[in-house]
């Protein structure tokens, strides 16, 4: 197949919100400079003059909420208005439309003669199967502020449904996601694993005796777990980098052998990350990127055993799995990562790793759009190109996958 020339295609770019540089805004960043001369649209765009860097202080194109009350503190409490505010953006003179979505994007109105291509990072987690998990943390389950959460959850649902058939391709970035996918849209996906800047990551020579995790403290991260269940080993040490709402709960938790750092500049997370016996990570993640990171650091990572997990790292080799979100399942873990230690070599968790690299992503991402594009000019359907491409990237599991359900 000839590559495409994609620089004389008029490109939109549409990311749900930008207030900062996340998991999400490292896939868009990578985007951006595959189609340098898009255009770049937002519901919101927050971010301050110098984290524009990673869209290369290009000018946003924003919605109405983004002039609404607290918008900028609040601006997620206007989900009922997002549908109706990702509609309102005129994209008819775009070639390519790129969604880049994990909540409203992927609901831009585009027309036959446009090609549609969803980045998913998840259909909208809190309106499908976390729901329940959301109401709960929100301390919505009950009251007429709950039955409100509810229902609009309920048009959340039924929009979302709505709006998928207008993408052409849905690419996920985890065969995790793109079950779900399939679940939600019942469609097809080609998957993609998002960039990691594993060259920021190194090995190091020294290796101290402690484990580390590093997190934003919110409810699905359960760092409380990690520290409850180093609480009752105190013979063993631990360090907490992040911050975030939990962090008094995780606080009080914490006994002399485990240290919350809090928030830490990026040199500081990653000398302790190189230097960890292991890095100790408790969510159900979509991907996860730390425990990519930590094992381009050449160090093991002890991982509960759901999610994108289970396809960032290779059981026995870079790391092992916990089976229950429980201290009494992590400890246990523990126990028999400590009897292997010496079996785990760092290069091989580097190595690992890096089948995540930005060099990757950006050599992968450019065959997709190649192929999507091809595909579109020669009125094929750009889904006809998922199998041979899942195929030739990540080998004939994900095609034998896809093509069961």
């Known amino acids: ?140 389950e009950q009251g007429v502020k709950g039955a409100a959460a509810r229902a609009l959850l309920h048009y959340v649902r039924l929009w979302d449904v709505r709006t998928s058939p207008s993408v052409d391709l849905f690419i996920s970035i985890s065969e995790f996601i793109a079950k779900r996918i399939n679940k939600v849209y019942r469609r097809p996906s080609l998957v993609l694993y998002p960039p990691v800047d594993t060259s920021a990551f190194t090995p190091s020579e020294e290796r101290g005796d402690f484990y580390m995790t590093a997190s934003r403290m919110v409810p699905y991260k359960r760092i409380d777990l990690i520290v409850e269940a180093f609480s009752k080993m105190p013979d063993k040490r631990l360090i907490v980098i992040g911050d975030g709402p939990e962090m008094s709960k995780i606080q009080a938790l914490a006994t002399p052998n485990v240290k919350i750092m809090g928030y830490q500049p990026f040199e500081v997370m990653r000398d302790q990350m190189r230097r960890a016996r292991a890095f100790v990570f408790a969510a159900e993640e979509d991907f996860g990127i730390a425990p990519i990171e930590a094992q381009a650091c050449g160090t093991p990572v002890i991982a509960y055993g759901r999610g994108g997990a289970l396809e960032t790292i290779r059981d026995g080799v870079s790391g092992l799995f916990f089976v229950e979100q429980t201290p009494r399942s992590l400890m246990d873990a523990v126990f028999r990562f400590e009897d292997q230690e010496e079996e785990f070599d760092p290069q091989a968790c580097r190595e690992n790793a890096m089948r995540f690299s930005n060099e990757r992503f950006d050599r992968e991402f450019k065959q997709a759009m190649d192929a999507a594009v091809a595909a579109w000019q020669n009125g094929r359907r750009p889904e006809e190109m998922i199998l041979p491409l899942s195929q030739h990237f990540y080998g004939t599991s994900v095609q034998r996958k896809q093509t069961n359900e």
């Open 1 to 140: 197949m000839q590559p495409i020339d994609n620089q004389n295609l008029k490109v939109a770019v549409i990311h749900d919100w930008l207030v900062t540089h996340a998991g999400a805004e490292r896939v868009l960043e990578r985007m951006l400079k595959s189609f340098p001369q898009a255009d770049l649209f937002s519901l919101v765009d927050f971010l301050q003059p110098e984290q524009r860097g990673f869209i290369g202080h290009r000018p946003v194109k924003t919605s109405f909420i983004q002039h609404l009350p607290k918008a900028r503190t609040a601006y997620r409490q206007y989900l009922p208005l997002m549908p109706l505010a990702v509609e309102q953006f005129d994209l008819s003179g775009y070639d390519l439309v790129i969604s880049s979505s994990h909540a409203v994007a992927k609901g831009v109105l585009t027309g036959p003669e446009q090609l549609h291509i969803c980045m998913c990072y998840s259909p909208i987690r809190y309106a499908w199967d976390l729901q329940h998990q959301y109401l709960r943390e929100s301390n919505l």
